[in-house]
């Protein structure tokens, strides 16, 4: 059975850094790619960053380019999401996801809050 557990979220202040993992299960992590995306309370879920299976090529939303850096180490079936400078705009659910081989698996969320 297939499973992704984020953990690393928190509270932060304006500015802050954090960095959230997620360590895939139950699947082939080197033969899929992974994502971060972020759901605001009220707001759609939406990409933040991406990585492709191998880590040679990534993609970030406008919004956190610069601020935010997605890598993977397939040795030990995880994904990161390095955040820095955070804006309380940043904050959000951040969900993990899996994609490949027609599958989509999804993390259970972790929570993200900026605030002073």
């Known amino acids: 059975q297939a499973q992704l557990v984020e953990s690393g979220g928190g509270l932060v202040q304006p500015g802050g850094s954090l960095r959230l993992s997620c360590v895939g299960s139950?699947?082939?992590?080197?033969?899929?790619?992974m994502r971060w995306y972020r759901q605001a309370p009220g707001k759609e879920r939406e990409l933040v960053a991406g990585?492709?299976?191998?880590?040679?090529?990534?993609n970030y939303a406008d919004s956190v380019k610069g601020r935010f850096t997605i890598s993977r180490d397939n040795a030990k079936n995880t994904v990161s999401l390095q955040m820095t400078n955070l804006k309380p705009e940043d904050t959000a659910v951040y969900y993990c996801?899996?994609?490949?081989?027609?599958?989509?698996?999804w993390g259970q969320g972790t929570q993200v809050t900026v605030s002073s």
């Open positions: 996801n899996a994609v490949g081989w027609a599958r989509n698996y």
């Open positions: 139950g699947f082939t992590f080197n033969s899929y790619a």
């Open positions: 990585i492709r299976n191998d880590g040679g090529s990534t």
